[in-house]
Nanobody, 122 residues
Framework: QVQLVESGGGLVQAGGSLRLSCAAS????????MGWFRQAPGKEREFIAG????????IYTDSVKGRFTISRDNAKNTVYLQMNRLKPEDTAVYLC???????????????WGQGTQVTVSS
């Protein structure tokens, strides 16, 4: 079983940038498809981005395309989410997730981190 810990959240002004990290332990990260999700107060959890085991297959939700970039460093057992041109509506708890599967999907992840808060002020 893999354990996931997110970091890198914080308070940033609109237009700014943050880089989130998700460190994995317990199992080799290269065995997992990884995803980033977010959940704002009163809203459902939303898929943001997913990346395949080798990093070649990547998908994004439309609202973050061109602003966010997901990447992974399997040697460091870490997945990243670079967030640029942040907007107040990006404010949420951001969570990383892992699953033992082949195809990158927008749902169906079994392992989750605790999340890191991102707050974007206007």
């Amino acid at each position: 079983q893999v354990q996931l810990v997110e970091s890198g959240g914080g308070l940033v002004q609109a237009g700014g940038s943050l880089r989130l990290s998700c460190a994995a332990s317990g199992r080799t990260l290269s065995s997992y498809v990884m995803g980033w999700f977010r959940q704002a107060p009163g809203k459902e959890r939303e898929f943001i981005a997913g990346i395949g085991r080798t990093g070649l297959d990547i998908i994004y939700t439309d609202s973050v395309k061109g602003r966010f970039t997901i990447s992974r460093d399997n040697a460091k057992n870490t997945v990243y989410l670079q967030m640029n041109r942040l907007k107040p509506e990006d404010t949420a708890v951001y969570l990383c997730a892992a699953d033992w599967k082949v195809v990158v999907t927008r749902s169906g992840y079994d392992y989750w981190g605790q999340g890191t808060q991102v707050t974007v002020s206007s």
